[in-house]
């Protein structure tokens, strides 16, 4: 079955430092895999997604993530971060095997950003 | 253009109540997902609509839960007979079209307290 893992549950990381979240997945084909962003109060935001082709990928905000099938992972980057990050990240990935594209989150990483 | 709506954004109920949970997805979104947010867990997949096609009930947690939608406009959610582990927050996503290709727009979600 497919899941997603994200090893950490908080990070805090000082403003203007860089960023680094890890996601790991676990699925049998070549994955679509996404990033959301989920400020307080707010409804969740896609940063990225990742489909085929270039394994790097630009998102909004500054954010990149890098997939690597070796690894299994698609962690989400930043060089250097903003007080406005702070809020909570979810890596996904699609439901495969139909079209319905119903995803399946991981737990989260909650983001703190310190001055 | 409008962003997808959900109401209430707060709702408090007693155990043992039923209540109803609405979405009012993006004009021209043919498809529909319910997913539910536990404290500190990733969204859960609760059931997905495609037009008039029967909908994907795979993730109802038990026949408690079901919902509706019209056409391809506004979807209800009904939790019957209340339990205090549906505590959650209730998130309804609509997307142009189904598949992992096309994105998913997230409400800011319905918050539900069972007492």
């Known amino acids: 079955a497919q899941s997603v893992t994200q090893p950490d549950i908080h990070i805090t990381v000082s403003e203007g430092a860089s960023l680094e979240l890890r996601c790991n997945y676990s699925y049998g084909a070549t994955p679509y895999l996404f990033w959301y962003v989920q400020s307080p109060g707010q409804g969740l935001q896609l940063l990225l997604k990742y489909f085929s082709g270039d394994t790097l990928v630009q998102g909004i905000k500054g954010f990149e993530a890098e997939f690597k099938r070796s690894q299994s992972s698609f962690n989400l980057r930043k060089p250097s971060v903003h007080w406005s990050d702070a809020a909570e990240y979810f890596c996904a990935v699609a439901r495969g095997g139909g079209s319905q594209g119903n995803l399946i989150f991981g737990k989260g990483t909650k983001l703190s950003v310190k001055p | 253009g409008a962003g997808v709506s959900q109401s209430p954004s707060n709702k408090v109920t007693e155990k043992g109540k039923d209540v109803e949970l609405r979405c009012d997805p993006i004009?021209?979104?043919?498809?529909l997902y319910w997913y539910r947010q536990r404290l500190g867990q990733g969204l859960e997949f609760l059931i997905y609509f495609q037009g008039n096609s029967a909908p994907d009930k795979s993730g109802l947690p038990s026949d408690r839960f079901s919902a509706e939608r019209t056409g391809e406009s506004v979807s209800t959610l009904t939790i019957q007979r209340t339990q205090q582990e549906d505590s959650a927050v209730y998130l309804c996503?609509?997307?142009?079209?189904?598949?992992?290709?096309?994105?998913?727009?997230f409400g800011p979600g319905t918050r539900l307290t069972v007492t």
């Open positions: 004009s021209g979104h043919t498809a």
């Open positions: 996503a609509s997307s142009l079209a189904p598949g992992q290709h096309y994105e998913q727009y």
